[in-house]
């Protein structure tokens, strides 16, 4: 998706949220733009990666719920950034590598729920 396609998606005037289930990759600029809609749920379930920066201007998210359903890992600067989020959830459906210090930062998320870590913890 072209940074111009997220930034006309962004002004979606629908206060549900915005579904991109089939998008495996998207840009740092791409989640930028995408990151200023104004609705509840920003559903990226098809990304597979989520760089430093794509985490950060993800945490700027106003919505209520991020969904990351395929996100297998997520850097330590990743989750400290998510951590910021001040929505109500973080979806990691496929989270199965983290390391202790993003564990530590995610459970500083203010939110109500992480939902679904799947970790293989000592494996």
């Known amino acids: 998706m072209s940074v111009a396609t997220a930034e006309s998606l962004s002004k979606f ?4 949220g915005i579904h991109l289930p089939s998008l495996a990759e998207l840009s740092d600029a791409a989640v930028k733009s995408l990151s200023n809609f104004n609705g509840n ?11 430093d920066a794509a ?3 993800l945490a700027k998210f106003k ?6 359903h395929n996100i297998t890992k997520l850097s330590d ?6 951590s910021k989020f001040e929505g109500e959830t973080i979806i990691l459906l ?3 590598e983290l390391s202790d210090a993003a564990t530590e930062s995610l459970a500083k998320h203010k939110g ?12």
């Open 41 to 51: 749920m920003l559903g990226l379930n098809g990304l597979r990666e989520l760089t």
């Open 94 to 96: 496929q989270l199965t």
């Open 77 to 82: 600067a990743a989750a400290e950034s998510l």
């Open 112 to 123: 109500i729920c992480l939902v679904h870590l799947s970790l293989n913890q000592g494996k």
């Open 63 to 68: 919505g209520k719920w991020i969904g990351l």
């Open 55 to 57: 985490a950060e201007s």
């Open 13 to 16: 005037e629908g206060k549900e």
